[in-house]
């Protein structure tokens, strides 16, 4: 295939279609607004169910790599009540369907897996504008302009691609979850 494809952003989504698209055999260039790999800490852990994030990762033959990253223990899970008394108490005996593992750790196997040059770090879309043949032109923030056949917006909740497709922004539903 000798389309122009267009990720924005490298984030799991992002590079986790561009590793899939790689091993069968389509390029993609990937679009990041971060300056590097290491720019920010990533965050803390995910749970990478059985049904969903494991899928993708067994779709992008990483599975395997996937396991040593798994933090033992990490899927146990215990609520307490506001004077301390347990509610729910789930130890994690490693038979479980979503085993945690660390952000970052995940998303260098992801970087790790692709070739270098996939990943353009440093480039922050601006706006995306439709040729209207079903190409598309990304304004970078620095002031670069590219042309791509094919466009995917991965770059997460504030998405500067979903408008083209939706009319929906995020919104603060007012409840708040913090997770220790
Ligand atoms: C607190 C929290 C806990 C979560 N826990 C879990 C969990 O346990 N298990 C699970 O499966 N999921 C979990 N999720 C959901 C998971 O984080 C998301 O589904 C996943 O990160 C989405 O991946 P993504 O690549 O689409 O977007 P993101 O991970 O948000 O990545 C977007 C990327 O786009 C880049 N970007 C943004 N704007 C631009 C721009 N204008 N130009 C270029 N690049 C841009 C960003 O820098 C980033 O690298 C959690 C989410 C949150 C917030």
Redesign the pocket.
């Known amino acids: 295939m000798n389309k122009a494809i267009a990720i ?7 590079l986790t279609l561009a590793r899939v698209l790689h091993i069968h055999g389509i390029a993609a260039t990937v ?4 300056a590097s790999p290491d720019a920010r800490a990533q965050g803390g ?5 059985d049904d ?2 494991q899928l993708a990762l067994k779709a992008a033959r990483l599975h395997d790599e996937f396991l040593p990253l798994i933090h033992a223990g990490g899927q146990a899970s215990r609520v307490l009540d506001k004077d301390g008394k347990v509610l729910l108490d789930q130890p994690d005996d490693g038979t479980g369907g979503r085993p945690e593992v660390r952000r970052g750790d995940l998303r260098q196997l992801l970087l790790e897996s692709l070739r270098a040059d996939t990943v353009r770090w440093g ?3 601006g706006a995306v504008s439709s040729l209207g043949d079903g190409r598309h032109v990304l304004d970078f923030a620095h002031g670069e302009t590219v042309t791509a056949d094919i466009v995917v917006g ?5 998405s ?1 691609i979903r408008p083209l497709l939706s009319a929906a922004q995020p919104a603060y539903v007012g409840i708040s979850f913090i997770e220790t």
Do not use: F, T
């Open positions: 924005v952003g490298a984030g799991l989504g992002g679009y990041e607004a971060e852990m995910l749970d990478i169910h969903s994030g480039h922050k879309l991965a770059d997460g909740a504030w500067k």
